[in-house]
């Protein structure tokens, strides 16, 4: 995360934004990884 606040002014505005709501990222990352999960199932 260092890096990318150091890299540009721009990229680091987004890291910040993106701190200020992990929930969106959680639930975005969650919601992913549960479709991914489901297909698998359905493959079995």
């Keep these: 995360m260092a890096i990318c606040r150091t890299s540009s002014s721009v990229t680091g505005t987004r890291w ?3 701190d200020a709501q992990p929930s969106l990222q959680l639930i975005f990352f969650l ?3 549960f479709v991914l999960l489901s ?3 359905s493959d079995w």
């Design 16 to 18: 910040e934004q993106q």
């Design 39 to 41: 297909e698998k199932q």
């Design 31 to 33: 919601l992913l990884r």
